[in-house]
């Protein structure tokens, strides 16, 4: 069993920047993906960014040049780093751990980027 606890939302103003944390707990893998979706209201969850084991990187194509992911695996946590936010960015991120075959979420943190 797997454990995520994301922490780092809040809200900020257009044009500024937060970084999300994702610590995992458990039996976790040396092989394993993770990841951030979001879903906004009314809207369905999507990918924002992924990361393996071996640090490739995959980002929504909205996100590239401004998210960055990245992963501590002596912590076994993930982080991703939000520049240049938009209102549109709004939306309660949820961290996504991928090992074995099975899927592990977290309960998600929100985030508001007022205009």
């Known amino acids: 069993q797997v454990q995520l606890v994301e922490s780092g939302g809040g809200l900020v103003q257009a044009g500024g920047s937060l970084r999300l944390s994702c610590a995992a707990s458990?039996?976790?893998?040396?092989?394993?993906?993770m990841a951030w979706y979001r879903q906004a209201p009314g809207k369905q969850r999507e990918l924002v960014a992924s990361i393996t084991s071996g640090m490739y990187r995959n980002y929504l194509d909205s996100v590239k040049g401004r998210f960055t992911i990245s992963r501590d695996n002596a912590k076994n946590t993930v982080y991703l780093q939000m520049n240049s936010l938009k209102p549109e960015d709004t939306a309660v991120y949820y961290c996504?751990?991928?090992?074995?075959?099975?899927?592990?979420w977290g309960k998600g943190t929100l985030v508001t980027v007022s205009s």
């Open positions: 458990g039996n976790i893998f040396s092989f394993n993906v």
């Open positions: 996504k751990e991928v090992q074995g075959g099975m899927n592990y």
